[in-house]
């Protein structure tokens, strides 16, 4: 069935409209990523999944998400593009309710089931959806340029208090899930979910989004920085590229300083960097440019020929590649001023 998906948009004041999702058919045993797995998304690499891991244990991400939590009473997490989890499932401050229902197969197959289509709709912009039971959850995407990489979700509230309608379709559907539970125990979770008034909501939200740019941005540094150890024809070189970034270097010139032919340097670089000679470069003039953003008195054109670009179209398009935006949008984000 298909589910109905919340663009992130406000609602009339007043309105007692709730868009719920269909309740999503069980995931088949047989289905890829085991009993509950959901379906391969186009796109998403072990390299990715490792930087969405990295990005997970930065001191950064923890930092922010203690002070969302603690703030909001909100769980969030960071995520590969595929998971086979429950994102909030043992958080801090998970709904007492899902909390309840996610211990049971077939609930669980179906919560996975409206995480995989909240995935779908995010692709390129934040969307909340509403799940069979009511509930709120929200994704946000998070880039490295312009590839997606993962997701900041939290969610598991409701935008209004929830009504006795409501608590009785959720009653229904917990039978159906074979959840036995005192109705008590199932009323007391249920009502002593998290409200969050549609404005506050949206607020957070727009939180999130910002906070995604900052880890882009955190991605793209980790991207050039190999944490594993790397032959030291790679160093020597990386250390060159660095040094010369500013001229016209060329592959055969890199190759040529560290005593190696060229087609046994651009094998190896790749192999060890991840990335072609091209990109790396790319990526370390960008990195040099997003400093040189921060003095307003440099015009654009000025710090890409600085960096080692020939052209500043060529310019601009390789840094919105890299960062998400252009560097006129980004110096105005850093800023505040245009």
């Avoid at 197969?105 to 089931?113: E, G, I, W």
């Avoid at 009785?168 to 199932?186: F, H, K, M, S, T």
């Avoid at 939200?205 to 790397?230: G, K, Y």
Wanted: with cysteine.
């Amino acid at each position: 069935m298909q589910t109905t998906f919340v663009r992130h948009v406000p609602e009339p004041e007043g309105s007692d409209h709730a868009d719920v999702a269909p309740q999503a058919a069980p995931a088949s045993p047989k289905s890829p990523g085991g009993r509950f797995g959901l379906r391969s998304r186009k796109g998403s690499t072990s390299a990715d999944r490792s930087l969405i891991e990295t990005l997970a244990n930065s001191k950064l991400f923890q930092d922010y998400e203690r002070a969302f939590t603690e703030s909001t009473g909100m769980p969030v997490a960071l995520r590969p593009i595929e998971t086979w989890q429950l994102p909030h499932h043992g958080k801090r401050n998970e709904s007492p309710f899902c909390a309840i229902v996610s211990e049971k197969s077939k609930a669980c197959a179906c919560c996975l089931q409206v995480q995989e289509k909240l995935s779908d709709s995010a692709v390129n912009e934040a969307r909340t959806l509403v799940c069979p039971a009511g509930l709120c959850d929200t994704a946000v995407p998070v880039r490295l340029g312009d590839r997606l990489i993962g997701y900041l979700q939290t969610g598991q509230v409701f935008r209004k208090q929830p009504t006795q309608t409501q608590f009785d379709r959720a009653c229904r559907l917990v039978a159906e899930w074979g959840v036995q539970i005192e109705p008590d125990l199932l009323r007391e979770a249920y009502f002593g979910t998290k409200v969050i008034p549609l404005r506050q909501h949206e607020a957070l939200v727009r939180m999130l989004e910002i906070f995604a740019q900052h880890l882009s941005m955190l991605s793209n540094q980790v991207v050039m920085q190999q944490e594993n150890s790397e032959p030291p024809v790679i160093t020597r070189a990386k250390d060159y590229i660095r040094e010369h970034q500013t001229e016209n270097l060329r592959l055969a010139n890199v190759a040529r300083a560290v005593n190696t032919s060229t087609f046994y340097f651009c094998k190896m670089f790749k192999k060890v960097t991840g990335v072609n000679f091209t990109d790396y470069l790319s990526r370390v003039r960008i990195e040099k440019s997003k400093n040189l953003l921060l003095n307003p008195n440099l015009r654009v054109s000025e710090i890409a020929f600085e960096v080692g670009f020939q052209s500043l179209t060529h310019f601009n398009r390789v840094f919105k590649k890299i960062v998400g935006q252009s560097p006129t949008e980004y110096r105005v984000q850093l800023l505040g001023t245009k």
